[in-house]
């Protein structure tokens, strides 16, 4: 089966991205496919199809801890798909999986290790991606809303895990009207309740 995708050969501005026709790819263990109705793009994707350094060089020190890796050649880092975070249906399910079933309305993030990372990229029309990268959509957000959650979740979720937040800090999250920021601050709510300050710009209140 053919599907589209947005994907680039070499680094550069938007002007490198080319609609391109694929064969869609079997599944393996533990995968699911995915009909894609909505992409969240982020600054990171914009970043890694630049070929921005600081992730070029995160690349770098992520292929010295597996040596299988050292001799790849440039051209191996393409084809390259754009945008992680997605939401759509479940289209069909691969062996191993547990959690999910076909018609299912989900969304996720593709993960990769830290970098350029994966090839893979949620701007086509149908994904394959493995069950522990996506969750069961809410019935109370549309799938709009939900293909921006991804990103932003697990750089809160990261984060708070790394300071080891628990019911007894106090938070202050500054410009909290953004995509981390809000979720930070239903994260901290649900944790903390009452001892959490807010940080507002002005000029974002009318987004809250």
């Given at each position: 089966m053919v599907i589209k995708a947005i994907q680039y050969n070499h680094f550069g501005d938007e002007k490198v991205l080319e609609?391109?026709?694929?064969?869609?790819?079997?599944?393996?263990?533990?995968?699911?496919?995915?009909?894609?109705?909505?992409?969240?793009l982020n600054p990171v994707d914009y970043k890694a199809f630049k070929g921005a350094k600081?992730?070029?060089?995160?690349?770098f020190l992520t292929k010295l801890k597996q040596p299988d890796r050292w001799f790849e050649s440039k051209s191996s880092l393409f084809?390259?798909?754009v945008a992680r975070d997605f939401a759509g249906f479940i289209t069909e399910i691969g062996e191993g999986v547990s959690?999910?079933?076909?018609?299912?309305?989900?969304?996720?993030?593709?993960i990769s290790d830290p970098g350029l990372g994966t090839k893979r990229g949620a701007l086509a029309t149908e994904i394959c991606v493995s069950e522990s990268e996506i969750a069961l959509k809410p019935d109370n957000i549309d799938?709009?809303?939900?293909?921006?959650?991804?990103?932003?979740?697990?750089?809160?979720?990261?984060?708070?895990?790394r300071i080891n937040l628990n019911s007894k800090d106090v938070v202050v999250i500054s410009a909290a009207s953004g995509g981390i920021g809000s979720i930070a601050v239903q994260y901290s709510m649900r944790l903390l309740r009452e001892q959490l300050l807010l940080v507002l710009r002005a000029r974002r209140m009318q987004n809250i």
């Open positions: 609609l391109v026709n694929i064969t869609s790819e079997p599944l393996e263990m533990n995968q699911v496919r995915v009909a894609v109705f909505a992409v969240g600081p992730l070029r060089f995160l690349t084809p390259r798909g959690r999910f079933s076909v018609g299912d309305k989900v969304f996720g993030t593709i799938m709009y809303h939900a293909a921006t959650m991804g990103v932003a979740s697990l750089t809160v979720g990261g984060a708070f895990r």
